[in-house]
């Protein structure tokens, strides 16, 4: 059975940084697209930023210059460094990708279980 499994949230002051893991586990023919979301309070989920398997990243207007993704295709892993965290940054940050169990099977989407992070001001 595949999972995303994530790591790496927590309370960080305005300015401070945080670096979020997500590890897909389980029996993998192959990722496409990983990304990361993000879901405030009373919010809808958005993209925070994305990048292919061969490395294309995507980033939210919002997050530009102060967040970077990146991955380790050998780790079925996506990370995501945020630096000089804004209080609007807080909410629940999903990470999700798109991975074939097999060569005969398509593609699904698979998400993680929700870290949260919290900036205070």
């Known amino acids: 059975q595949v999972q995303l499994v994530e790591s790496g949230g927590g309370l960080v002051q305005a300015g401070g940084s945080l670096r979020l893991s997500c590890a897909a586990t389980?029996?993998?023919?192959?990722?496409?697209?990983m990304g990361w979301y993000r879901q405030a309070p009373g919010k809808q989920r958005e993209v925070v930023a994305t990048?292919?398997?061969?490395?294309?990243?995507n980033y939210a207007d919002s997050v530009k210059g102060r967040f970077t993704i990146s991955r380790d295709n050998a780790k079925n892993t996506v990370y995501l460094q945020m630096n000089s965290l804004k209080p609007e940054d807080t909410a629940v940050y999903y990470c999700?990708?798109?991975?074939?169990?097999?060569?005969?099977?398509?593609?699904?989407?698979?998400w993680g279980q929700g870290t949260q992070v919290t900036v205070s001001s």
């Open positions: 999700n990708a798109g991975i074939r169990l097999a060569y005969y099977r398509r593609e699904s989407p698979y």
């Open positions: 990048i292919t398997s061969i490395g294309t990243t």
């Open positions: 389980g029996t993998i023919f192959s990722i496409n697209a």
